[in-house]
């Protein structure tokens, strides 16, 4: 069985602690978190092993009644392979870690491309990173837009991506980010970043970016304007969207106004934490003018990278290939909607 | 098997349907919903047979492809008592109804107490209700309030009880509410008619309420002083509380901030539908001085009132008493944090 | 001196009297109300003349301590021209009035363009709408699209205009307008309403738009990809842009991140109500790849279309050309930043 | 003419500028700030003299085209006296500075008591500060919880004072700030730090203090309890309020349901920058029942403590005595709604 570390316990680190736990061919064998808050007791009660990422924070764990196996150290030499889900930066700090510890590891979105073998989507191309070392599971937003990309440039060819990306300002958990009442362009330069982060995965894509960011916390909303290299009609789009297993064409009948609503359903659905990992395509919004494709998607940023952490494990150790593991993560998590 | 008929299939109905499911001592015999929305799609996957609110919306249901099967009139007729979970109004609307069919009914917190023949609360007077015909669950406010004052009345005695309720402005998937950016005195005139509604419960309680909305969706938050007649220390009061199988009092080591991060918890325990049943009192902020305790709690208005509905049904139809039905209720549905 | 009666006098109403108050060649004969709340008083103190929107309200005026020199149709009948700034929907109601009475009336952007002789925009069609009779100020969105297109379409000519509108869920004193934590694709299919609606300006301009609500209530923020026919340098297009005197080019020393320091320089310019009757486009944020520009503009909801009722009054009745009439309104207002 | 320097001219300071300059006895001497941002503009434009607040950015100031005059030592060295309104610490940090000059100082709210001679609010305790070097104007929360005591104390005798403290997450342009989508409870323990705050100014006033905090920027709400040592009518108090004139009494028929619609109302005035400098007490919640006094007021955060400064400078310097130097301030700023 494959022992997957995840070093950096939150919002992504837990998810992807529960997907790996609930796949047939990994396990858990331990997570790493800075401090002993209300996290550490989730991940104790889950019945995963605790290390905490300082070995001086050691101590404040034991005090708070937590038993640690040891330190982020510990566990990368007991791991066949981390997933590490830091904050932002601390990635890169880890990296030569990984290397002395001769530890491969997959690295998330804010992390730079440099850093790694190959940025990664399952979708996408997942043969990139088959028995790479340093792997980059992309941003929830690059991930729904490769999602996307993808079937469109097979089916049809793309000529085009022009896509505003309209941001939440935070997760749920995130009482200290704003903002409160304001629209922000974000950043303000345009084409933002999120365009070449998207050509780590699709190197020769010409797409442009804009990013803003509103005071919300549930999903991103992509407005998209795709330029096709052929005329598909909308039915035909919406038809090729619904057949992707991590694309969920929302039906109109459904009655589902925004984001809001959505997390609702998979509320109903039993989700856990209500997540949605796939894409939310409006099926209502899709309209082929021409060969420019228009659409609203939205995006569940604490969950959409999950089943591509599961994946991009796969991939890097040949548990599966492509289909095979898409499949398998699919299945155990019961992905699609 | 007491067979029970949700009447009204929203945010309450179909947390009562899944309470109701999970006991071994009744069983959900259908729903009623208004519209063939998303909610609908949610029943039918859960397996509850659906009637739709009106006989000339059947055919809208039948168009969207949803089964029905008989209209309100119908399910409640089928049912042995009702649990009426419509928008504020439409139960007095439906009194009537309940009382041609000679089917007992819970009506929910919006209702007027005048149509039933008592106002509930599991703690405080479960006995009020047994073998009534008509009960009234109270709103999830007056809910929150009346556990935390049955046993504070108990064990200490209470002159004064002054509370002011900071309300979440709608649900998370209410798009049309409001505010944005505002808080709103809510009602204007002060005490609020939250005060005499506890009084439904505790007829002699002193009790001035202040209310005000806020643009949030998560929670509502009660800012607490309470004049007992005993001086027992905080840590005395904090014990008591966590004793209370329904409150859970928020350890200072877990840091938790406020209602997001108490919904955060309630996720990575894997919660259904992120719910919090219980009232959420920060231990950190209990607090006496001479007799005058003060205290946070937050109120997860969704699902607070859940548990009471289930209750509510053992009173009325004699299947159990107060401690038994708690704790079957309790059992059944995982309460306690 | 021209008689301008306001029959309406809410969020646009109250703006265009105090800019028509501020004309050397017009004065306000009087303003129209639905109901005796704080705008009632707000009109009495800036001295305007008080007129019931309906007759069955007056006594609830007087009550409230107002003297009313009559309702709305009188004011009509008093009026040389009406500015009608009534809820949407009202406007088509008060059509016939303005007609029975002889009275030549301005309608806003959400009634339809049918109703009247033509729509308008100072910039981009003052001519259409010189002896008109019945005239539209095009909605908010609408009239900053308009001014962006004008110099673009006679500097480099406009192969196609593609926009995502980020809109604000309500106006400041707007309570019960939401969003509180959502993202709203409104309306869900694409292109929108706004695209059409900008073609009543220009009636041959290619144009997609996408529309979206977010929980705000300072501005509406543009997203906007525009093809257009030649190749300008991105400062070139700046320069032109900087040359309108109602688009606010922000330059980048000023570190405005969005739309709450975008207000907070109105406020700290003095400006009446802390307004922006500008288009507020980002200068960072104008980029021109081949031949498509990007760029980013924040539309003030509450008063951009100010300038343009006061211009439309001229056109119709004559009083001054474009180009002399949107001098004396930015002059006597203060337009430009 | 008093020569009046700013020292941190943000929220606070550019208001204390404009209102200081509004004055016959004192002028402006010069403004200092960080950075030379769209502030910097503003204070240039409306004439006032800038400095750097820190030698090393003289030259940040000079690239982007800003005069600047000196250092904040070099204000400090000009000025009579100093208005410091640096971030909360900053103040801190400056009193030997100020001391090392001999200028006599105020520094604000989040400022230590222990920094200064007294601790100050013109209604209250004018004539503690008469003569002092170094005054500390109280926190926006503090402010108007003094404004209402002091009549109260004097009118009734006040036995006890609780009061929540329902603050807004940030002012409007403060990007970075939340929550987004919560209630905080903060601090968690209770009371909290407001009421030993409020004994700064009465030192013998019981007073207990509840803080929240939630996702708005407009003002705080404080939801009162107040025992007084008579028995007035609610009637009374509502007069007594109302002949204050620093507090504004909401009228009902005016119809401001909250925060939005005040601020709105003071947009109608034509108030500076839509400021409310008043404490907004609704008229329909003032209720005296037994002896306990309940109330709803509003505090804008941003401009509550501005003629307070003003009064501040004025009893410091001798310049006028607390009747006279209230009424300038008032007549100067238009104080009074
Ligand atoms: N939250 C999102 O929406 C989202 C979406 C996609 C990708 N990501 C990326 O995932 C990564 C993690 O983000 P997150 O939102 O889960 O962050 P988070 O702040 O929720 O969690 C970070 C976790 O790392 C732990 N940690 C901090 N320093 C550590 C260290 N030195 N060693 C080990 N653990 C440490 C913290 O205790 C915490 O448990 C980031 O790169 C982020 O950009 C986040
Ligand atoms: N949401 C809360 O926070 C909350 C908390 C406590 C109590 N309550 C009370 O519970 C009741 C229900 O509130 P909710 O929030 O669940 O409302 P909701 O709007 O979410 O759900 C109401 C449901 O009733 C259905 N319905 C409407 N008219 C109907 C009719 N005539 N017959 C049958 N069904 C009909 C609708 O289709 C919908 O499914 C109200 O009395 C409310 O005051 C609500
Ligand atoms: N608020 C905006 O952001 C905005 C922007 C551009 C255009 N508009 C358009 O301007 C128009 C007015 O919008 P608003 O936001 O000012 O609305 P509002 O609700 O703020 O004001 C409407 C005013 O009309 C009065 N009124 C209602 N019925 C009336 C009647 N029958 N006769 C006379 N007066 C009546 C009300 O008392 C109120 O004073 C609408 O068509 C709207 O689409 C609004
Ligand atoms: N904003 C409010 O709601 C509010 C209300 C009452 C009291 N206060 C208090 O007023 C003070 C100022 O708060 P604010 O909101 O105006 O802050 P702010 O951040 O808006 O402004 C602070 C200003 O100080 C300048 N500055 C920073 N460091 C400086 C230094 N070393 N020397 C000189 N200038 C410096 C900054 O450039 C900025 O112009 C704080 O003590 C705060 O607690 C604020």
Same mark, same amino acid.
């Given at each position: 069985?494959?022992?997957?570390?995840?070093?950096?316990?939150?919002?992504?680190?837990?998810?992807?602690?529960?997907?790996?736990?609930?796949?047939?061919?990994?396990?858990?064998?331990?997570?790493?978190?800075? #401090? @002993?808050?209300?996290? $550490?007791? %989730?991940?104790?009660?889950?019945?995963? /092993? +605790?290390?905490?990422?300082?070995? !001086?924070?050691?101590?404040?764990?034991?005090?708070?009644?937590?038993?640690?196996?040891?330190?982020?150290?510990?566990?990368?030499?007991?791991?066949?392979?981390?997933?590490?889900?830091?904050?932002?930066?601390?990635?890169?700090?880890?990296?030569?870690?990984?290397?002395?510890?001769?530890?491969?590891?997959?690295?998330?979105?804010?992390?730079?491309?440099?850093?790694?073998?190959?940025?990664?989507?399952?979708?996408?191309?997942?043969?990139?990173?088959?028995?790479?070392?340093?792997?980059?599971?992309?941003?929830?937003?690059?991930?729904?837009?490769?999602?996307?990309? #993808? @079937?469109?440039?097979? $089916?049809? %060819?793309?000529?085009?991506?022009?896509? /505003? +990306?309209?941001?939440?300002?935070? !997760?749920?958990?995130?009482?200290?980010?704003?903002?409160?009442?304001?629209?922000?362009?974000?950043?303000?330069?345009?084409?933002?970043?999120?365009?070449?982060?998207?050509?780590?995965?699709?190197?020769?894509?010409?797409?442009?970016?804009?990013?803003?960011?509103?005071?919300?916390?549930?999903?991103?909303?992509?407005?998209?304007?795709?330029?096709?290299?052929?005329?598909?009609?909308?039915?035909?789009?919406?038809?090729?969207?619904?057949?992707?297993?991590?694309?969920?064409?929302?039906?109109?009948?459904?009655?589902?106004?925004?984001?809001?609503?959505?997390?609702?359903?998979?509320?109903?659905?039993?989700?856990?934490?209500?997540?949605?990992?796939?894409?939310?395509?409006?099926?209502?919004?899709?309209?082929?003018?021409?060969?420019?494709?228009?659409?609203?998607?939205?995006?569940?940023?604490?969950?959409?990278?999950?089943?591509?952490?599961?994946?991009?494990?796969?991939?890097?150790?040949?548990?599966?290939?492509?289909?095979?593991?898409?499949?398998?993560?699919?299945?155990?998590?019961?992905?699609?909607?």
């Amino acid at each position: 069985m494959l022992q997957v570390g995840i070093n950096g316990y939150g919002t992504i680190g837990k998810r992807v602690a529960d997907a790996v736990a609930a796949q047939p061919d990994m396990e858990v064998c331990g997570v790493s978190k800075a #401090s @002993p808050d209300f996290g $550490a007791d %989730g991940a104790v009660r889950r019945g995963y /092993t +605790l290390y905490s990422a300082r070995e !001086d924070r050691v101590s404040a764990f034991r005090k708070a009644g937590y038993e640690v196996a040891g330190t982020s150290e510990d566990l990368i030499a007991e791991s066949d392979i981390v997933v590490d889900a830091t904050p932002g930066g601390i990635g890169a700090e880890n990296r030569p870690r990984y290397e002395a510890a001769g530890t491969p590891a997959i690295l998330q979105g804010k992390e730079s491309d440099s850093l790694v073998d190959t940025s990664f989507n399952a979708r996408a191309n997942f043969e990139d990173a088959e028995g790479a070392e340093y792997v980059r599971v992309v941003s929830c937003n690059t991930t729904g837009i490769s999602r996307l990309v #993808s @079937p469109l440039e097979e $089916a049809y %060819g793309v000529e085009k991506v022009r896509a /505003t +990306l309209v941001r939440r300002g935070g !997760d749920p958990d995130q009482t200290g980010r704003g903002p409160i009442n304001d629209i922000l362009p974000d950043p303000i330069t345009v084409p933002s970043h999120h365009g070449p982060d998207v050509n780590t995965i699709f190197p020769d894509l010409s797409i442009d970016t804009m990013g803003l960011t509103v005071p919300t916390t549930l999903m991103h909303m992509h407005s998209l304007n795709i330029e096709l290299e052929s005329e598909p009609s909308s039915e035909e789009v919406r038809e090729l969207l619904a057949g992707e297993s991590r694309i969920f064409v929302v039906d109109d009948g459904l009655a589902i106004d925004g984001t809001g609503k959505l997390r609702e359903l998979a509320r109903d659905r039993g989700r856990p934490r209500g997540d949605l990992w796939e894409n939310c395509v409006w099926g209502e919004s899709i309209n082929v003018q021409d060969s420019e494709l228009y659409l609203f998607q939205a995006i569940h940023q604490e969950s959409d990278v999950i089943p591509e952490n599961v994946d991009a494990i796969r991939a890097m150790t040949g548990l599966a290939g492509r289909d095979e593991s898409m499949a398998m993560t699919n299945e155990s998590l019961g992905i699609g909607l």
